[in-house]
Nanobody, 124 residues
Framework: VQLQASGGGLVQAGGSLRLSCVASGRTFSSYAMGWFRQAPGKEREFVAAISWSGGSTYYADSVKGRFTISRDNAKNTVYLQMNSLKPEDTAVYYC??????????????????WGQGTLVTVSS
């Protein structure tokens, strides 16, 4: 599985961005997907995850109510809509595939494929 993330950029606090991650190499609709992020000097942390069908989602408390994860299996793409962005959301965002699972999980070690990351910078 190859994952290509895009959509990062510079945005002011309170603004919005939508990240996309296109997958290839395996039937996209057969596995769960997740988004993680890593800020400078900090450990990678879970952001959101979605089941194979899109029917179940799971969010970190820090983004709940502001971020929305979704997927379009026809386009082999998972999205992360980020609203009401805060400076503390600044990080490199990574999409990941859990090709052995169908339910959304928050544990990074459960994911076996990772994208290259896309930088999101939120200015105050």
């Amino acid at each position: 599985v190859q994952l290509q993330a895009s959509g990062g950029g510079l945005v002011q606090a309170g603004g919005s961005l939508r990240l996309s991650c296109v997958a290839s190499g395996r039937t996209f609709s057969s596995y769960a997907m997740g988004w993680f992020r890593q800020a400078p000097g900090k450990e990678r942390e879970f952001v959101a995850a979605i089941s194979w069908s899109g029917g179940s989602t799971y969010y970190a408390d820090s983004v709940k109510g502001r971020f929305t994860i979704s997927r379009d299996n026809a386009k082999n793409t998972v999205y992360l809509q980020m609203n009401s962005l805060k400076p503390e959301d600044t990080a490199v965002y990574y999409c990941a595939a859990d090709t052995y699972g169908v339910a959304p999980v928050a544990i990074a070690n459960e994911y076996d494929y990772w994208g290259q990351g896309t930088l999101v910078t939120v200015s105050s």
